[in-house]
């Protein structure tokens, strides 16, 4: 069955500097990879998302890439800044092919200092 | 504009009681889901529906039940709490059936069992 990495180990940059978060997953490749951003008590909130014949996607500060070689995906923030300090989750679609389905990954926490 | 809403936000109950969890949203999405999320596993689909009347197991349904009479709301039934249900339970939906549609979530239930 798919399973997702990310790292659980929280990740401490500097305020202006560019965070790379890291989603692996382990079997098939995706349709379809998603991007959420979770706040301390709040539900994900959506981000990105990329297709599997996609290299890369962009929105403002934000840069997702997609390397299906790799089994990766990588999240880019840009001018990273104390506000960007949350937990990012990575999702997937549950079966090849794409469903309305996903599968999450257990989040990175991402904390920009000041 | 409500979007999706979750009651109660905080619940405590004792082992063996039954409890509802209830979710609406106002944008007529056809699909909508529950999920779990713990320390650990990230978030975990518990049950979906694809619209009112159809509805489905996810990963870990055992214990919860699900109904949906009509489209805006998605109640989940806890029909016989044990303490291994403790956890934050959220709802999200979706509003197409084309793969690669992102889910909004709602803001969660904080639900503890003693």
């Known amino acids: 069955s798919q399973k997702i990495e990310q790292n659980s180990e929280a990740l401490n940059i500097q305020e202006g500097k560019t965070a790379t978060l890291t989603c692996n997953y382990t079997?098939?490749?995706?349709?379809?990879l998603q991007w959420y951003r979770q706040d301390p008590g709040r539900g994900p909130v959506f981000l990105l998302l990329i297709r599997e014949n996609e290299k890369e996607k962009r929105k403002e500060r934000l840069k997702v890439t997609f390397d299906t070689t790799l089994k990766q995906s990588l999240f880019h923030i840009t001018a990273s800044q104390p506000a960007d300090s949350a937990t990012y989750l990575c999702?997937?679609?549950?079966?090849?092919?794409?469903?309305?389905?996903?599968?999450f990954g257990t989040g990175t926490r991402l904390k920009v200092l000041a | 504009d409500a979007g999706i809403t979750q009651s109660p936000r905080y619940k405590i109950t004792e082992t063996g009681r039954q409890v509802t969890l209830m979710c609406h949203q106002t944008w007529s999405h056809s699909y909508m889901f529950w999920y779990r999320q713990d320390l650990g596993h990230g978030l975990r689909l518990i049950y979906y529906?694809?619209?009112?009347?159809?509805?489905d197991k996810g990963e870990v349904p055992d214990g919860y039940v699900v109904s949906r009479s009509k489209t805006e709301n998605f109640p989940l039934t806890l029909e016989s709490a044990t303490r291994s249900q403790t956890s934050v339970y959220f709802c999200?939906?979706?509003?197409?059936?084309?793969?690669?549609?992102?889910?909004?979530f709602g803001p969660g239930t904080r639900l503890l069992v003693l």
């Open positions: 999702a997937l679609d549950e079966a090849p092919g794409g469903t309305y389905k996903y599968i």
């Open positions: 529906s694809a619209a009112a009347d159809i509805t």
């Open positions: 079997n098939y490749s995706p349709a379809y």
């Open positions: 999200a939906s979706s509003g197409s059936v084309d793969p690669g549609v992102t889910q909004y």
